[in-house]
């Protein structure tokens, strides 16, 4: 993993947790990344238990809110007993929200606040999902912006490798600038300067930016908004996009390009991380009396038993020192 651990884990993230996507598919989450919302979701895949996933966002992520699916059923496990112990251990009340489907009933619904918010006083809120998935967008967008699951920032930074590059002539003798983004968002983006300065002032526009994310291409104005030094020769530029019409941010078909792009970027470096916590939670050595158990096990697979309808059916094939005998027999007789 190139980009480092607290670069990573920086910003606040929203998780739900076992989604009913029929009502919230994926794509959702790419929709809310565009605007402004770092979301997540968690399933159960079967290969970790959903308590140590959540035990691994919490240990990962302080600045983060979960959204629980109370209709999600597991054996042995009772989501307000669940939550209740977690706030007795390593989270807040501040750190967790439910969601759930529409109810008929008024006495569920007054249930449900009784059990989640007044009994538990959970913070953020709870997303009731429409049985038409159509509407479930703008109640779950609504429902983070409530809950400010954007946190101070208004547009999510993807950090950079060496596949993002930007190039733009510049000044009266059109030189060529060129190098690898340090960052990128839906509104500005960062470069790293090691050598001589850039010839821009403090907003000033560059015309026509061309820039290489991952392979898509785009090209855009932008106004240098700061400029500061970093160490003794390096120095870091903040540019923000124009869009053709001369306001802020990137142009509707531009976004429409790098929005997935971004969010995969984003979302790759989280899900990563999290699947190495899980290893920290699913250590590959067993008991020893586990260990012994699988041993014998495999044992007895190396010599299956026969089913005995199928044994029944099955003669031996005599050795050649039976023959022998049988035919001695015979002679003598």
């Known amino acids: 993993m190139d980009v480092p651990v607290n670069e990573i884990v920086t910003g606040r993230k929203c998780f739900f947790i076992l989604p009913d ?73 501040d750190q967790f929200g439910i969601m759930f489907t529409k109810r008929q009933s008024a006495v569920e619904n007054q249930n449900i606040e009784q059990t989640y918010f007044k009994d538990l006083e959970l913070q953020r809120g709870y997303i009731q999902l429409e049985y038409q998935r159509k509407f479930n967008f703008e109640i779950i967008a609504r429902t983070l912006f409530n ?49 001589n300065p850039l010839p821009i002032k403090l907003y000033e526009k560059v015309h026509g930016i061309h820039f290489s994310i991952k392979g898509y291409l785009f090209q855009s104005d932008a106004i240098l908004v ?9 120095r870091l530029y903040v540019f923000s996009f124009v869009n053709s019409t001369g306001a802020n941010g990137l142009d509707d078909r531009t976004k429409t390009i790098i929005v997935p792009v971004l969010h995969e970027m984003v979302s790759v470096n989280c899900v990563e991380l999290l699947k190495a916590e899980y290893l920290k939670e699913t250590p590959e050595e067993k008991p020893e009396s586990q260990a012994a158990e699988t041993e014998i096990v495999y044992k007895k697979r190396e010599e299956p038993e026969i089913d005995p309808e199928i044994a029944a059916l099955y003669v031996e094939p005599e050795s050649d020192e039976s023959k022998e005998t049988q035919e001695t027999e015979e002679s003598e007789e």
Request: glycine share 6%; with cysteine.
């Open 21 to 93: 996507l029929s009502l919230m598919p994926e794509t959702f989450v790419t929709d809310l990344f565009a605007l402004g919302f770092e979301c997540y979701y968690i399933g159960n895949d079967g290969r970790s238990d959903i308590k140590k996933k959540i035990n691994s966002i919490l240990t990962l992520f302080k600045d983060v809110i979960l959204y629980i699916n109370i209709d999600y059923e597991i054996d042995d496990l009772k989501w307000p007993e669940y939550i209740r112990e977690l706030l007795t251990k390593k989270a807040t009340r």
């Open 147 to 195: 809950n400010q699951a954007q946190g101070r920032r208004k547009a999510i930074r993807a950090l950079c490798s060496k596949a993002c590059t930007y190039k733009f002539t510049f000044g009266d003798n059109n030189d060529t600038f060129f190098g690898s983004l340090q960052d990128i968002s839906l509104s500005h983006f960062t470069i790293l300067v090691e050598e």
């Open 226 to 234: 700061m400029e500061r030094p970093v160490g003794e020769t390096k």
